[in-house]
């Protein structure tokens, strides 16, 4: 093909997506000097607008971001995007400055494979598009006829009905449903800066954190031509638009004229339960197709819930991208690459004695793309923190594993799991300091690192990390039978099975059910479902007594912190976790040396003052009686104050004229360090 001219085929292509308002992906083929020079010669003579440069090196006329800071692009749109696979791969940076492209632009993509086992399931991805060489030009899968299209019509709808909300009837909540790259945070925006042009209204936005809500209030800015304060917009008139957490939204409940909850399906059903009690004009609005909402789950439990309790409640669904057009290639190619179509399909003809269970290798998942849809789109559905990020994580890691129940060629359940421990006896050491936290041990690090216990950071464990259960089959038994094969597979080769999660009292039952055993909660509360963080423990291997040690340190904390950080555990799982069973108190050596090796441990900088303040307490109650020839002074009234009295870190500061909580705890240590030297006298 002696006329073939790559830089002719890409104008040509680039012709083509302005025309059809879709854009396309071209993997380039070929040596990395011949590819500089043909972006360069290309990306010169296009006149683009805005260039994305994704990877390591840098091209002068682009905008050149690592793959992680491209997930900062949201809100922002782009005609080119450059991207070198191999420097510093981001699934979420990716599919983020994917997203911001818009309808005419291209994605070139340099060619020279990843290594890893994800590279292996992408390059099967990425022979699907169009490929460019020197000397050939071979056409993509995915084309697509464009659609003639109106692309804000159902946006307009979309701010029609959130205004609706307003003036309409009182208790009949409207949903707003779409894909991404909808417009349907914009929509939300819009409709606010629409209701606060005219009128002086309170309007208050809520989602499971402020990134998701970035791009709200950036196009309500816009709308209004102000500058926001953080996530506060003032309009002239009085009115106002402000963010304000999901656990604040219920604690302190303030009145609003309209409230809207952004990415709803992020939110725990039983807080949205609430949110729609409390609040009379309020508009729900979530992503069903993708990473950020939970698709069917969120329809099949909360919208029945709706029809129930908010008779005459609006639903509305859109499906017009804004940014290209319903039929663009590469939305379809990167929903397929990344699995961000991964949707959890009905289940038929399922019998109780039909059900199987078995291991899945990472190879099977590579291998069969129905196995790896079915199982991620199990562990999209029950978890809204999943990203592309976690498949990459899954098909590279081989620290994780993963067990299946399934019939008739369908996956009914997943348990994704990780193993942890084993860890060098000089790293558990400085872990228990406080000085080391290595990544890939969760449960292992946090309990050796807070009860100064050294075996769960040197055996070898399991931590599952999600149980995933199909949601027609829920609550029948499916989970524990699950886990139990689980068990069955693993008790010759873990101390112990772990797992992690927001606790909550229907989720505590379940483990418990299971014979798992609590041994941590966390000191705070997670902004979207005000959950405590938990850890619970099931012994797999004989002689681990160190449980039922960490079980005592922890119910000892636990009733320590209870007029603290946890005042605000709900009562359900409060009374579920004391009446798990009855406490021994540790024989009194033990107690003692237990006792002294925490603290010990705390005052070279290991654990937390939360995790360890119970033990200086009962060390306290056990030296005072001894100590009657020591004269009071500062370090008795510091350790009374914070131990005894629980004083806030502010009224000690002041007391005793510390600048600050860091230099506080600095002397606090030296107090502890003080009443444990004069026991070993």
Not at 149 to 164: D, G, N, S
Not at 376 to 387: E, G, I, K, P, R
Not at 398 to 421: D, R, S, T, W
């Amino acid at each position: 093909m002696p006329n073939f001219n790559p830089i002719s085929c890409l104008s040509s292509l680039h012709q083509q997506a302005i025309t059809q308002f879709h854009r396309f992906g071209v993997v380039l083929d070929g040596t990395k000097e011949w590819q500089d020079c043909l972006i360069e010669s290309f990306g010169r003579q296009g006149e683009f607008n805005h260039v994305v440069n994704l990877g390591v090196e840098s091209i002068e006329w682009a905008h050149n971001l690592t793959f992680k800071q491209a997930r900062k692009l949201l809100g922002q749109e782009c005609d080119l995007v450059i991207a070198d696979v191999t420097q510093g791969f981001d699934a979420n940076g990716f599919a983020a400055a994917l997203g911001t492209l818009k309808g005419g632009g291209l994605l070139l993509i340099r060619d020279s494979g990843i290594s890893d086992a994800f590279g292996t399931w992408f390059e099967k991805s990425l022979n699907r598009l169009h490929r460019l060489s020197e000397t050939e030009f071979h056409p993509s899968e995915y084309m697509g006829e464009a659609q003639d299209i109106t692309p804000f019509a159902e946006q307009t709808l979309a701010i029609e009905a959130v205004r609706k909300v307003l003036t309409g009837h009182r208790k009949r909540p409207l949903v707003v449903t779409a894909d991404r790259g909808r417009g349907k945070s914009s929509a939300l925006g819009i409709a606010s800066a629409q209701i606060l042009a005219t009128e002086p209204k309170k309007i208050l936005v809520t989602a499971p954190n402020k990134t998701a809500v970035e791009t709200l209030f950036q196009r309500a800015a816009i709308e209004l031509d102000i500058q926001a304060q953080g996530m506060k917009l003032q309009s002239d008139n009085g009115g106002c638009l402000e963010y304000i957490a999901p656990d604040a939204l219920l604690r302190d409940t303030p009145d609003c004229d309209l409230l809207l909850v952004d990415e709803a399906s992020a939110i725990p059903l039983p807080m949205l339960h609430k949110i729609v009690e409390r609040y009379h004009r309020v508009c729900l609005a979530t992503t069903v197709h993708g990473y950020e909402g939970c698709g069917r789950g969120f329809s099949v439990k909360f919208e029945p819930w709706l029809d129930k309790h908010k008779k005459g409640w609006k639903a509305l669904r859109l499906t017009q991208p804004i940014r290209w057009n319903p039929t663009d290639p590469l939305e379809a190619w990167l929903f397929d690459a990344l699995l961000l179509d991964a949707e959890v399909e009905p289940i038929n003809g399922v019998q109780a004695n039909s059900v199987a269970y078995r291991r899945v290798s990472r190879d099977e998942l590579i291998r069969d793309r129905s196995l790896l849809q079915q199982c991620f789109a199990l562990l999209v559905n029950a978890h809204y923190q999943t990203s592309p990020n976690d498949l990459v994580q899954l098909l590279n890691d081989p620290k994780q594993v993963m067990f299946v129940a399934h019939a008739n060629n369908q996956i009914l359940a997943v348990v994704l799991a990780v193993e942890e421990g084993g860890l060098d006896e000089g790293i558990i050491e400085l872990v228990m300091q406080g000085k080391r936290r290595p990544a890939g041990h969760l449960v292992a690090v946090s309990l050796s690192n807070h009860l100064s216990i050294a075996e769960p950071s040197r055996l070898d464990s399991l931590r599952v990390m999600r149980i995933a259960v199909h949601p027609q089959l829920q609550r029948q038994g499916i989970g524990s039978s699950t886990l139990n094969f689980v068990i069955q597979q693993t008790a010759q080769s873990y101390a112990f099975l772990s797992t992690s999660f927001g606790a909550t009292s229907e989720l505590y039952r379940f483990w418990h059910k299971n014979s798992f055993r609590c041994l941590r909660l966390g000191s705070k509360q997670d902004s979207a479902s005000g959950c405590f963080s938990s850890i619970l423990v099931r012994p797999l291997a004989a002689q681990m007594t160190w449980i039922e040690d960490a079980r005592q340190l922890f119910s000892l904390q636990l009733v320590d912190t209870l007029r603290g950080q946890h005042k605000s555990l709900d009562n359900e799982l409060l009374f579920s976790l004391l009446t798990d069973h009855t406490y021994q108190p540790l024989g009194f050596e033990r107690d003692t040396d237990a006792l002294k090796q925490l603290l010990t441990r705390y005052v070279e900088g290991g654990n937390s003052f939360d995790s360890s303040r119970f033990a200086v307490a009962r060390w306290l109650l056990r030296v005072l009686p001894s100590v009657n020839d020591i004269h009071f002074n500062w370090q008795w009234s510091l350790l009374l104050d914070l131990v005894l009295k629980q004083q806030p870190w502010d009224v000690v500061c002041n007391q005793f004229g510390f600048s600050g909580r860091k230099q506080a705890e600095q002397q606090y240590r030296v107090a502890v360090r003080y009443i444990l030297d004069l026991q070993c006298k």
